[in-house]
Structure formats: structure tokens, C-alpha cells
């Protein structure tokens, strides 16, 4: 998982000492991860699926955001 952290795949909190602290969102992409290993992604194929999920999660949800706005005026 340090080889995750050091690609920024993965950024785990730390304790002011320094330790890593894993929240279910971090351990919910270390099994994502793990799966595209599996299907045959490198590491760096992998931070690009990554990357383009988060960027369309964020797409969605500003679509949806606007959709309730319009929503909201046409009413």
C-alpha cells in the first residue's frame, strides 16, 4: 500500500505520529485497485481509470446539481 501512496493512488490520513489511518473509502479503493491488477492494468493505467472515475462522479453530480436548480425555477 506505501507503493500506492507513492504512485498517488491512494492518500491515506496520518496521526500526528505519523501513521497511516485507512478510512472505508481508502480500503474501498484499495480493492478497486486490486481488481484492476487483476484485469491487467499497470499502475499507471490504473491512476488514469482512477482519475476519469473521479472526474465523472464529479460530472454527475454538478449535472445533477443543475438539473434540481433548473427543477427548482421552472416550477
Given at each position: 500500500m506505501r507503493l500506492h501512496e507513492t504512485r498517488g493512488l491512494l492518500?491515506?490520513?496520518?496521526?500526528?505520529?505519523?501513521?497511516?489511518r485507512y478510512s472505508p473509502d481508502d480500503l474501498d479503493r484499495v480493492r478497486r485497485i486490486g481488481?484492476?491488477?487483476?484485469?491487467?492494468?499497470?499502475?499507471t493505467g490504473i491512476s488514469m481509470v482512477l482519475d476519469l472515475e473521479e472526474q465523472n462522479t464529479h460530472l454527475l453530480a454538478t449535472n445533477q446539481a443543475g438539473r434540481q436548480a433548473q427543477d427548482s425555477w421552472t416550477r
Open positions: 492518500r491515506p490520513e496520518r496521526t500526528p505520529g505519523g501513521t497511516r481488481r484492476l491488477l487483476t484485469d491487467g492494468l499497470n499502475l
